[in-house]
């Protein structure tokens, strides 16, 4: 029984997620990514880029809201049976 608790508690630490996380990265690894970033694009070009990134996302994301709109409506919608 000592031995299934600790396979219990084990488990419970790897299913639970521990502080913050943004795409699945935790902080060191966003930061990782924003200095590569910086190097790569430099500071002059990065806000820009920073920029369309965002209308991007934001872009996807209202389609991706209007798909699931119109599924839902569809689902909801009841089917009239032809005579």
Do not use: C
């Not at 608790?5 to 795409?23: C, H, L, Q």
């Not at 500071?43 to 699931?68: I, N």
């Amino acid at each position: 029984m000592g031995r299934a608790n600790i396979v219990d508690s084990t488990e419970e630490a790897y299913s639970k997620p521990r502080g913050w996380k943004m795409f699945g990265l935790g902080p060191t690894e966003l930061i990782v990514i924003l200095v590569i970033a910086l190097v790569v694009f430099g500071p002059s070009r990065l806000p820009k880029l920073g920029e369309s990134v965002g209308q991007a996302v934001r872009s996807l994301r209202e389609h991706t809201d209007k798909v699931t709109d119109e599924v839902t409506k569809s689902i909801e919608t009841p089917a009239t049976p032809e005579a």
